[in-house]
C-alpha cells in the first residue's frame, strides 16, 4: 500500500491545519507547517462589521453566498455583535443563490433557503445565474471567503447591480515570517519534495516571499521541475497557473481528497 514515508511536505494553511498535518503525517509524511496568511479574527474585523450594518440599513434584494463556512462565520460574528436575528430577519428576505451543497447547508442550517444552488460548486457557475437572473437595479450582497472575487463583482456591477461585498476570513501575511521563509528555503535546496496548498491567498504569498527575497527564479525552477505542487482546487492553484508551474488537483476540492491525492502521486 502506497504511504508517504520519506517525502516532506509543507503545508501553508492556517485554517485546519492542525487536521491536514495529522491526516498527512498518519500517512507517513514528513510535514513541514508554514502558514503563509494569517486570518484576522472575526468579532475584530471592522470591515466585516461595517458591511454587515449596510445590510441592515439598506436591505437587499439578493445574496450570493460563496462557502459555507464563511456564511457561518458572519452569522456567528453579527451574533456576537448582537446583530444576528436582525441578519437573519433581513436575509430572509432576500433571494439566496449558493455556490454548493456546503453554502445550501449553511443557509438552510440558519433557518433560511436558497432559490438556487450551483450543481458544479464553482463560482464561475453561480454568478452566470446570477447574471442570468438579473442583478440591474437590485441591491446584491456577496459573501466572499478570503479573497475578492473581482472577475465575478465587477460583471455584476456592470450589469447594474448595486453591490455589498462582505468578507469573512480576510487574510494578512503572518506576523511573524521566520517560517516561511524556512520553508522556501526547503524548497530551493529540495529538501521539500511537495507543498500543499488550500487558499489562493497562500499560493500567492509564497511567490510575493521569493520575489521579495530575490529568489523568485530558483522558486520557479524548482515549482516546475522538482517540487510538486498540490492545490485543494483551481481558484487556490491560479497564482501558480498563471506563472507557468504544474499543480495537481483532487477531483473533490476536500482536504480529504487533497491528501489521498498526494498519497497516490507520491507514494511509495
Known amino acids: 500500500m502506497a504511504d508517504?514515508?520519506?517525502?516532506?511536505i509543507g503545508v501553508t494553511a492556517e485554517?485546519?491545519?492542525?487536521?491536514?498535518?495529522?491526516?498527512?503525517?498518519?500517512?507517513g509524511a514528513t510535514v513541514r507547517h508554514a502558514p503563509l496568511i494569517h486570518i484576522v479574527p472575526l468579532p475584530d474585523d471592522s470591515e466585516l462589521l461595517a458591511a454587515t450594518e449596510t445590510v441592515l440599513s439598506q436591505g437587499i434584494d439578493a445574496l450570493a453566498v460563496t462557502t459555507g463556512a464563511g456564511f457561518r462565520g458572519w452569522l456567528e460574528a453579527a451574533e456576537g455583535w448582537g446583530l444576528g436575528s436582525r441578519l437573519l430577519d433581513t436575509l430572509g428576505r432576500a433571494r439566496i443563490f449558493t455556490r454548493g451543497p456546503k453554502g445550501k447547508g449553511a443557509v438552510r442550517g440558519h433557518g433560511l433557503t436558497e432559490e438556487w444552488s450551483a450543481p458544479e460548486e464553482s463560482n464561475r457557475q453561480l454568478f452566470a445565474h446570477l447574471l442570468d437572473a438579473g442583478v440591474s437595479g437590485l441591491r446584491v450582497a456577496v459573501q466572499l471567503?478570503?479573497?475578492p472575487l473581482t472577475e465575478h463583482t465587477r460583471a455584476l456591477a456592470a450589469a447594474g447591480a448595486?453591490?455589498?461585498?462582505?468578507?469573512p476570513y480576510r487574510w494578512e501575511w503572518p506576523?511573524?515570517?521566520?517560517p516561511a521563509n524556512r520553508l522556501l528555503d526547503g524548497v530551493l535546496d529540495r529538501h521539500v519534495q511537495a507543498l500543499a496548498f488550500t487558499s489562493a491567498p497562500a499560493t500567492a504569498n509564497l511567490l510575493s516571499l521569493a520575489r521579495e527575497r530575490?529568489?523568485?527564479?530558483?522558486?520557479?525552477?524548482a515549482l516546475q521541475g522538482d517540487v510538486v505542487c498540490a492545490c485543494v482546487g483551481p481558484v487556490t492553484a491560479a497564482p501558480l497557473t498563471d506563472v507557468g508551474?504544474?499543480?495537481?488537483?483532487p477531483e473533490r476540492q476536500r482536504l480529504g481528497a487533497l491528501v489521498k491525492l498526494l498519497v497516490a502521486e507520491l507514494g511509495s
Open 245 to 249: 508551474i504544474p499543480t495537481l488537483q
Open 4 to 8: 508517504l514515508s520519506g517525502v516532506t
Open 162 to 167: 448595486r453591490l455589498i461585498e462582505v468578507q
Open 175 to 178: 506576523a511573524d515570517l521566520a
Open 15 to 27: 485554517r485546519r491545519a492542525e487536521e491536514f498535518i495529522g491526516a498527512l503525517e498518519r500517512n
Open 145 to 147: 471567503h478570503g479573497s
Open 214 to 221: 530575490g529568489r523568485y527564479d530558483e522558486l520557479l525552477q
